[in-house]
């Protein structure tokens, strides 16, 4: 089969290549993290137009706040108050044989390309250079996206009937959480086994950490700084506060390990507050992304000793006791596992093997993606594996190797075909 799949792959190369470049060109960013909107509509007409012509049933799935509010109530997961206007997922199904089925889970849309004045070609006019497309997104998803697609296609181009149905759903809003593929898996969307397509560095992810944003607010008394005894300094007090935080993820990080993840990690990533360099601020906010361990560390239970560890410093603090700062969570996700004795994984393993004639290592990663969902709520068996590298998501000059892109294709029709051979 691999040798019959890689003769139509190679006699079709231009073909599916021109199929990325395509989807490539159409500007899909989302706008303020999704908050504000997104422009994936450019992209999902091109692939429903695509996967219609390939016999699909797709159905357009629009997002609403409603069920992304179901999502946060019953499962801590979901991005509340998106723009949805002209946003929504594609999922398409193709129906195949008796054998077990698969879900392909990729998101169309992508990171705004930032200074353009830093990119040596226009981030969506793709170029090959050197073996390599570059392009905005090309890496963070969409060779994996349209990968997932066009293995599907390849199977059909060599006049293999699908050993299963399997199911492709192209997500929106994506970088503003995962709130596209969070309402696919409220609707109802299954499978026997999922795979999300984000770029692994050729290797089967099976694992990935937990994330929670936090912003934090804190007050003071503002005055002229000569006099700054009669004030309170909130930055000053925020320094205080930062501290603290610090203390607690060096203590997580003497505690918890994980063989496949790194130690939980908290990052300040905004602090603001101020006016001038002669005033004592009167406020001031920052806000901090932390990673945690999953199975280790529970979701809940890290909210709390955050809450905690802010808290009881400020009860050591005359002015933070009587004027505590103010907490909230403005996005957040669960960690993820998978089991590496699942028969997913070893297939999976086997398929990207057979199609590079190179071996895959079985690894976590730190940056988390829709898998959780999937796993999570979904209860599906899940992997991430795709084309591309994470040091080349969310970068100017963003690309992925020509021929592995190829390689995935052909990596995904194997996986569909094995799978499907799984009794």
Known sequence: MRDKLRAVLESRKDEYIKHLFELLSRDTRVIGHGIEGGLEKNGQDYLEQLMEGMGANV????LTEEVVQ?????????????????????????????????????????????????????????????????????AD?????????????????????????????????EEGGGNGTLVSLLNGRKADATVVCEPTDQEVIVAHMGFLFFEVNVTGISLHSATKWDGVN???????????????????????????????????????????????????????CLHYVPGLMEHEEVIKQVEDALLLRSRGDAWLRE????????????????????????????????????????????????????KNIGNMPTIVCGPGRMEDCHTVNESVAVQEYLDFILTYALLIWNWGQRS
């Open 70 to 138: 179901k999502g946060i109530e019953l499962y801590s997961e979901g991005n509340p108050g998106h723009n949805y206007d002209d946003r929504y997922n594609l999922v398409a199904e193709f129906k195949g044989g008796n054998g077990p089925t698969l879900m392909f889970n990729g998101h169309v849309d992508v990171m705004p390309p930032g200074d353009l004045s830093l990119w040596a070609s226009d981030p969506f006019k793709p170029e090959i250079r050197n073996g390599r497309v570059y392009a905005r997104g090309v």
């Open 234 to 288: 909130a930055i000053e007090k925020a320094i205080f506060l930062i501290d603290a935080l610090h203390q607690l993820e060096n203590r997580w990080m003497m505690i918890y390990r994980h063989k496949m993840l790194p130690p939980p990690t908290l990052n300040i990533g905004v602090i603001e507050g101020g006016t001038a360099g002669n005033d004592v601020p009167n406020h001031c906010t920052f806000k901090f």
């Open 59 to 62: 159905t357009r799935e629009q």
């Open 323 to 374: 004027n505590p700062p103010t907490i909230s969570i403005y996005q957040q996700g669960l960690g993820f596992q998978q089991d590496v004795e699942h028969d997913l994984v070893k297939i999976a393993k086997t398929s990207a093997e057979q199609a590079f004639g190179s071996e895959f290592e079985i690894a976590g990663s730190q940056a988390a993606n829709d898998a959780r969902l999937m």
């Open 141 to 173: 998803m969409k060779a994996g996206l349209m990968a997932s697609v066009l293995g599907v296609k390849l199977l059909l181009d060599a006049g293999v009937e699908l050993p299963g149905d399997v199911t492709l759903l192209s997500v929106v809003d």
